[in-house]
């Protein structure tokens, strides 16, 4: 499975952007998928995670209101709309995928995602 994370790209605080990653390869199903981000030295963070229906979502308190994360009509691809940029949110942008036999659920923990994209860089300038 190959995860391809597209959209980042250089904005003013307050602006949109939308982020896509879609799946390829053996994809046998739709997957729980999620959006982490990462800043150097830090640790990835959650920033929205979705079950493989698309029906239910979590998302990380200070994004709650401004991203959203969503599926697309084709299988395995992820979208996550981001609202009212601010600097903090400068970060990689990374795509994962679950891909364990019976997984249904949104995952909030980077360690039980099995594959993930390359990220896609956002940058929030103030």
């Known amino acids: 499975v190959q995860l391809q994370a597209s959209g980042g790209g250089l904005v003013q605080a307050g602006d949109s952007l939308r982020l896509s990653c879609a799946a390829s390869g053996r994809t046998s199903s739709n997957y729980p998928m999620g959006w982490f981000r990462q800043n150097p030295g830090k640790e990835r963070e959650l920033v929205a995670a979705i079950n493989w229906s698309g029906q239910t979502t979590s998302y990380a308190d200070s994004m709650k209101g401004r991203f959203t994360i969503s599926r697309g009509s084709g299988k395995n691809t992820v979208y996550l709309q981001m609202n009212n940029l601010k600097p903090e949110d400068t970060a990689v942008y990374y795509c994962?995928?679950?891909?364990?036999?019976?997984?249904?659920?949104?995952?909030?923990?980077?360690?039980?995602?099995?594959?993930w994209g390359q990220g896609t860089l956002v940058t929030v300038s103030s």
């Open positions: 994962a995928a679950v891909t364990t036999p019976g997984a249904y659920t949104y995952r909030l923990n980077p360690s039980e995602y099995d594959y």
